[in-house]
């Protein structure tokens, strides 16, 4: 059964804090994915990388950076907290790049409230 | 620049029939795929149906079809005999191949009464 964790369901933080998300996938998958759903907006995508070391921003990521040194784990980062970021993260991954009918596979959220 | 809109905010359905809900797309790729997920009240996103840019008939997955209609760049889900399960936020989703981006729409409530 495919498999992707996200390491927290639910997490608290102060304003200013350094916060870590971590994601792992078990399916050897090649792309990896973080976003944040917010009521009314959907899914944004925030950060997305292709493969070990490789990473591409997305629609919004000002605020957060990523890590990505093993294939299996992709890392989001928030290098100072701020309440603007209390939202649901989501993490996904996906086999291939350049193949177009694969799906995502999602973890199942961290929904971080920055106080 | 890559987008998906999805302008329901909300629908309603009576068990048992069918409802469309809507998604327009915009790319300059000629390759890309559609995707719809289904996240239920848990928070899980399930995947529901996939459609290729090239495919040349529509998708269809048990109770789910797509309707797609490339000329006017939407890719509607038609979900047939609607149940009570089926209550749930339904988002769609497209991927460009020369990019590998994975971008969704703001997603549609839909909810099915008895």
């Known amino acids: 059964d495919v498999k992707v964790t996200q390491s927290s369901r639910y997490l608290v933080k102060r304003t200013g804090e350094k916060v870590f998300l971590e994601c792992v996938q078990d399916?050897?998958?090649?792309?990896m994915f973080w976003y944040r759903q917010d009521p009314g907006l959907g899914l944004r995508l925030i950060y997305f990388?292709?493969?070990?070391?490789?990473?591409e921003k997305g629609d919004i990521p000002e605020g957060y950076s990523v890590s990505r040194e093993k294939k299996e784990r992709f890392s989001l980062i928030l290098e100072s907290a701020s309440t603007n970021q209390t939202s649901m993260y989501l993490c996904?991954?996906?086999?291939?790049?350049?193949?177009?009918?694969?799906?995502?596979?999602f973890g199942q959220g961290t929904r971080l409230t920055v106080v | 620049a890559q987008k998906i809109t999805q302008t329901q905010p909300g629908m309603f359905v009576q068990e048992k029939e069918a409802v469309t809900l809507d998604c327009t797309y915009d790319?300059?790729?000629?390759?890309?795929?559609l995707f719809w997920y289904k996240q239920p009240s848990s928070g899980e996103m399930i995947f529901l149906i996939y459609?290729?840019?090239?495919?040349?008939q529509n998708a269809t997955e048990g109770r789910y079809s797509l309707n797609f209609q490339k000329a006017r760049k939407s890719a509607n889900l038609v979900i047939s005999a609607s149940q009570l399960g089926d209550s749930a936020m339904y988002f769609c989703?497209?991927?460009?191949?020369?990019?590998?981006?994975?971008?969704f729409g703001t997603g549609t409530r839909l909810q099915v009464f008895p």
């Open positions: 790319t300059s790729d000629p390759s890309y795929g």
């Open positions: 990388s292709y493969d070990v070391k490789m990473k």
């Open positions: 996904a991954s996906r086999l291939g790049t350049g193949i177009l009918n694969t799906e995502a596979f």
């Open positions: 399916m050897d998958h090649e792309n």
């Open positions: 459609q290729g840019s090239y495919d040349q």
């Open positions: 989703a497209m991927r460009e191949k020369n990019t590998d981006k994975l971008i």
